[in-house]
């Protein structure tokens, strides 16, 4: 269940009870103040609306209502009622929700039978009624109690990194860093000297427009309207070139390694770097390092070096710039390597550890970014396989336990890769891979995601707390399906299922977490055909057409989640299934043509995919068979290869008076268009800038993929023109690895 930030809060499980007071029930065993209480909560369609918690003791005395209100819809998510109680005794508690539309909620709970009605009023809260009649019911709710066992630890706020020295023409990202308190936070950032609003939000990007001193600060505000402020950050801008490229990439080394990587960020939807352009995650699973140490590379099982180089620069010759790999929990847990003991060791020439490191820094140095996935507790040579869960009872590897004994154990687990990883600017962590409840274990689909939210958050905790402040992706199931009527998608299990409630549930200081869902075409997630008549019209069973595949998306909830919810969504796993190539030629051209409609539906909606896999065995093999290494593409890798590089997302600017072929915004467009900057009437084009640095000279632009996720400003007369010094300008655009691109 649900943590706030390192504050003492435990949750209890809550308890239904027919009687004088119902609602539901929850005990808190110590003398302190009650901050929280969350509910998983779903309105009924048509009755959504505000709702406010009442806070009631076992005499039916209302003791609080909530400071806050929640907004409930009909999809079930978690809700944090939050109260500012004086100090209480321990005992029971009693929590009722009412909604804006009715003074009457429904109450179910799965451990009680039938329902459970009970009255309250949406402004009041008065002593509920013993009995109340039938009524059509408006809110399903279950329940976890959160008490706090004395008052928060005291608010505390710094920006990392707390000093900065720029070139005019470059940016910084600041980051909060916030402990204590009782989130959520609201963020307020200021110049120093004239107190002057700079922005709101988490992270601020400060431009360098021109050389001076320079100096800002935070004011962080909690959920209880404590303030407090961090050090002032002073930041300097000068006109010099930095005296080496070190200094330039001062936030980019490990082990005095240059890494062209550079550390991203969530802002919203959007994954950044730490200029504020935006990224677009595109890539392979590699799956190292699940089952052999040190992987598999050019086909051997030892490493080395000149093998894994030549496999990340064919993946880089794709357009890939991610690279998701499976972990093993023992592998790294035991540093399995030559001489271990291991059944693995005679198939490994260093390390996992060494070679995780290893392949980080080869990755950054191309520009690749990692996500470190765990997805087994133990490796095929000890008997592994695909756990649900990684941890007791959910476990279906061999003596998985004797690796992870208890959730606890998965928190040190992800704490020790943290501490010996949180350096390297590319790296990702995913926690687990497919997470699930064990089949056979008798719990529902909603009480295997609480169990695994509280395990995630543990380990968020645990991993922050080590300073690690890059990216973490949720990741639920295998993915999500639907159903496709001749009136359109209907049933299924959807992101709407679970996706609002997780993003309710977790916190995250740095706010940088990510969502991940697979999706299989044979699997459902393109939309299924059910019905005889479908099946008939379509030659298939799986939606293949453009607007088919589009319209199910939409009902399972991509684009509302990043749309709406806001969130950065990554598909984890994509991808064309070749098992149909010979049996079934025509299912096998529907697939081809699914997957290629499927990318270019997440192309348009700005959603990042990871294919699976990067191997030449299996039928969702990107590499041909039997061939040498590097081995040419299959006709699904060659589908995602041209996805890859033939397009790019570029946000166009202008400034001064005149207008872009393209228009403004964010644009996803084709490597090779022309792109024209028009000056208004009387007016003239001055330049193209990039990222604000100095670009080029002539009105038209041929777009190139390495354009990819920066800004494109057009400058017109009317605009002040930055410094033009050309060692200004190289040592700039050598540092964003685009020297060559500048006419």
Same mark, same amino acid.
């Given at each position: ?32 103040? $009650? ?27 209302? $003791? ?119 989130? #959520? ?11 002057? #609003? ?52 001062? =936030? ?118 990692? $996500? ?8 095929? @040579? ?10 007791? #009872? ?66 968020? =905790? ?28 209907? @049933? ?67 684009? @509302? ?23 079934? #030629? ?158």
């Amino acid at each position: 269940m649900p943590t706030f930030g390192n504050t003492n809060i435990e949750p209890t499980e809550g308890s239904w009870e027919l009687g004088l007071y119902q609602g539901c029930k929850f005990t808190k065993p110590e003398t302190g103040k $009650i901050t929280h209480v969350l509910a998983y909560v779903a309105a009924r369609a048509g009755t959504e609306g505000p709702s406010r918690g009442g806070l009631h003791d076992t005499n039916g005395n209302k $003791i609080a209502e909530s400071i806050n209100e929640e907004q409930l819809t009909s999809t079930f998510a978690w809700h944090d009622y939050r109260f500012n109680t004086d100090e209480l005794p321990a005992g029971d508690y009693w929590l009722v929700v009412g909604v804006a539309s009715t003074v009457y909620i429904r109450i179910r709970y799965s451990s009680v039978a039938g329902a459970i009605y009970a009255g309250g009023s949406f402004s009041t809260y008065p002593t509920l009624p013993s009995t109340i009649s039938a009524l059509p019911y408006t809110l399903r709710m279950s329940i976890y109690g959160v008490y706090e066992t004395g008052a928060p630890s005291a608010l505390s706020v710094a920006v990392n990194p707390s000093s900065a020295s720029l070139q005019v023409g470059q940016q910084r990202m600041f980051t909060a860093v916030v402990t204590g308190g009782t989130p #959520p936070y609201t963020y307020q950032w200021l110049d120093s000297i004239s107190s002057a #609003p700079l922005g709101t939000g988490s992270t601020y990007v400060f431009n360098a427009t021109a050389e001076g001193s320079y100096s800002i600060y935070l004011v962080v505000t909690d959920s209880l309207s404590v303030q407090s402020s961090s050090p002032v950050v002073p930041i300097t801008v000068t006109t010099t070139p930095p005296p080496s490229d070190e200094t330039m990439f001062d =936030n980019c080394h490990v082990g005095g390694e240059l890494m062209s990587a550079r550390p991203l960020h969530v802002e919203g939807r959007y994954i950044k770097d730490e200029y504020g352009n935006i990224i677009k995650l595109r890539g392979v699973n590699k799956v190292e390092f699940a089952d052999d140490p040190d992987g598999i590379w050019m086909g051997s099982t030892t490493w080395r070096d000149e093998n894994v180089a030549a496999e990340l620069d064919a993946m880089k010759s794709w357009g890939v710039n991610i690279v998701r790999c499976h972990l093993s929990v023992d592998l790294w847990k035991y540093d399995i390597g030559p001489g271990s003991g291991n059944p693995a060791s005679p198939y490994c020439a260093i390390s996992a550890r060494e070679a995780i490191k290893r392949f980080l820094t080869m990755a950054a140095e191309r520009g690749i970014y990692v $996500i470190l996935d765990s997805y087994s507790v133990r490796s095929y @040579w000890t008997g592994g396989q695909q756990d649900p869960l990684p941890f007791p #009872p959910h476990q279906t590897s061999e003596n998985a336990s004797e690796v992870i004994a208890s959730v606890d154990d998965f928190v040190d687990f992800w704490r020790s890769v943290a501490v010996e990883l949180k350096n390297y600017p590319n790296v990702m962590f995913s926690l687990w891979n497919e997470a699930s409840e064990k089949s056979g274990s008798g719990l529902t689909a909603e009480e295997g995601l609480a169990v695994w939210l509280d395990a995630f958050q543990r380990s968020v =905790n645990a991993i922050r707390e080590t300073g690690f402040n890059g990216i973490i992706l949720f990741e639920w199931r295998t993915g999500v399906y639907c159903n496709i009527y001749t009136d359109g998608p209907k @049933w299924g299990y959807t992101l709407r299922d679970w996706l609002g409630g997780a993003i309710t549930y977790l916190k995250d200081p740095t706010g940088n977490l990510a969502f991940d869902v697979h999706f299989y075409r044979s699997g459902g997630g393109t939309g299924l055909y059910v019905t005889a008549d479908m099946q008939e019209k379509w030659g298939s069973r799986y939606a293949w057409n453009y607007d088919q595949i589009k319209m199910a998306m939409e009902y399972m909830g991509y684009r @509302w989640a990043v749309e709406e919810l806001n969130v950065p969504l990554i598909i984890g796993e994509i991808g064309g299934n070749l098992g149909w190539e010979t049996s079934n #030629p025509t299912e096998h051209q529907h697939e081809m043509i699914g997957f290629a409609n499927t990318l270019k539906i997440l192309n348009e909606w700005g959603i990042h995919y990871i294919a699976f896999w990067w191997r030449n065995i299996g039928v969702y093999r990107l590499l041909e068979y039997g061939v040498p290494w590097v081995p040419p593409p299959t006709e699904s890798g060659q589908i995602l290869k041209i996805s890859e590089t033939t397009q790019v997302s570029v946000t166009f600017a202008t400034t001064g008076n005149g207008t872009i072929s393209t228009g403004t915004g964010l644009q996803l467009i084709d490597i090779g268009t022309t792109i024209t900057a028009t000056p208004n009437t009387g007016e003239t084009f001055v330049q193209w800038l990039l990222d604000g640095v100095f670009h080029s000279s002539s009105n038209s632009l041929t777009v190139t993929a390495d354009l990819d996720g920066h800004t494109l400003t057009a400058e017109f007369s009317g605009a002040t023109p930055p410094p033009t010094n050309p060692l200004v300008i190289f040592a700039i655009l050598a540092a964003l690895g685009l020297a060559a691109a500048a006419t």
